[in-house]
């Protein structure tokens, strides 16, 4: 009995030292058996989701059917608007390049769409704000890309592997991008801080008193991030808070995804 | 099929299944601890060895699909698994009181392991993090058990009928 728990012991310290090194050595890395057991799961997980889509959807169907008509209607209305503020905006396109060229300005560099994927799964733990999506280095993803959705900035790749990705979202609390304020297009960081509110919300550093910002300002992408392209929506000042003994503001954005209800990203090619 | 072959398998469809669908039980950035409590059971119901292989092969999982270091998750849950069984062999006689304590310390060893490698680096506050995340969590994962439990007490008398 004495020996058979030594030898238990034995096993714990042994795989114990095991893991610390693997731990230390596969930091945020893709590796070999990851990518084996992913090609296993990740057909699982399409299974699931879809299971999951059809449910919903029919749920949302049988839901809706009374205000489908009043919703059709506002999106004919909606539609004939669009297509007018598209036309508009084409028009001040092509205005805006032949100014640039009369200028001799730079083009501004766009950044080309790689993939759409789905979100397939999240990090079960609260200390983390990471999710899968289904599409990997098979699909041309690499590591940083940029993740976006229709309404901002979603995230950065932080894990590529052959058949899906792991998206570090902005509030995460490692995460940090260079932004700016819309109206004083003063440079800020943006940092994520799960850990503070109601989990889905990022801060401001290095707010001084005499920066120009006020609630509900946009903050968008900077132009000076070795990652993010510039102009991307990221989000809305919600809380200032003015501390009278130091001269350092704390500043809360809200994002403008709401990563709860995340299902559809893009990916963009990184700088 | 063997007993152990059903397991790995349920616990592999499982790890899978969590991911997908623990988001709707996101509330304020908190999500439950559920691959604590399925662990601890497998420890306090089955022993020491088999809490803590299952334990190393649900954090595996886990760290395959979703972490960020390989063997951070195995390491923690074969922990928890083991200590569980070792629990188990002292006092465990199907009280729901010890279950309940010991999944709620899981769940805190698992916070306090997080903290240590992801906010001690950063100066992050302890007091802070507890109130913010760690206590909150174990108390949620804490109501999702009993709720669990109380839900199987109640298939039992319906389908003993």
Do not use: H
Request: aromatic share 12%.
């Amino acid at each position: 009995m004495y020996n058979r728990n030594k030898k238990k012991g034995i096993y714990i310290i042994i795989i114990t030292i095991v893991l610390i090194i693997l731990i230390s050595i596969t930091a945020e890395k893709a590796n070999f058996a990851t990518n084996i057991v992913l090609y296993i799961t990740t057909p699982v997980y399409r299974l699931f989701n879809g299971i999951n889509n059809f449910i919903g959807g029919g749920f949302n169907y049988v839901v809706k059917i009374g205000t489908l008509q009043t919703d059709n209607s506002r999106l004919l209305k909606e539609n004939e608007k669009l297509k007018y503020d598209n036309f508009m905006l084409n028009e001040f396109k092509d205005e805006n390049e032949n100014l640039r060229k009369l200028l001799n300005m730079k083009e501004k560099k766009l950044y080309p769409v790689v993939t759409a994927a789905e979100v397939i799964g999240v990090d079960p733990s609260s200390y983390r704000k990471v999710f899968i999506i289904d599409k990997g280095k098979n699909n041309g993803l690499s590591l940083n890309m940029v993740v976006i959705n229709y309404n901002g900035l979603v995230g950065k790749l932080v894990e590529v592997n052959d058949v899906t990705s792991k998206v570090m979202t902005i509030a995460d609390e490692q995460s940090a991008v260079s932004c700016m304020l819309q109206r004083s297009k003063e440079e800020v960081m943006l940092k994520g801080a799960n850990l503070q509110e109601n989990g889905e919300i990022c801060k401001l550093d290095y707010i001084t008193t005499d920066t120009d910002i006020i609630e509900g300002e946009d903050i968008l992408t900077s132009n000076i991030s070795e990652i993010y392209p510039e102009g991307i929506p990221v989000g809305k000042v919600v809380k200032i808070e003015t501390d009278s003994s130091s001269l350092i503001r704390k500043v809360y954005v809200k994002p403008n995804v709401n990563f709860r209800r995340l299902n559809d990203v893009l990916v963009l090619k990184n700088k | 099929m063997n007993d152990a072959f059903k397991i790995v398998i349920a616990i592999f469809l499982y790890a899978i299944i969590n991911t997908i669908y623990v988001r709707y039980f996101d509330i304020m950035g908190i999500k439950p601890n559920i691959n604590a409590i399925i662990i601890v059971l497998i420890g306090l119901n089955m022993g020491m060895t088999k809490g803590m292989w299952y334990g190393l092969y649900l954090g595996f999982l886990v760290d395959m699909l979703i972490g960020t270091n390989l063997g951070l998750n195995a390491l923690i849950y074969m922990y928890i698994g083991y200590i569980s069984g070792a629990l188990a062999k002292k006092m465990y006689n199907e009280n729901i009181f010890i279950s309940a304590v010991a999944i709620m310390l899981a769940d805190i060893f698992y916070s306090v392991v997080i903290y240590f490698t992801y906010y001690l680096p950063k100066d992050y506050g302890f007091l802070k993090y507890a109130i913010r995340l760690l206590l909150p969590e174990a108390v949620y994962t804490l109501g999702i058990y009993l709720t669990i439990y109380a839900l199987m007490g109640l298939f039992r008398k319906r389908t003993s009928f």
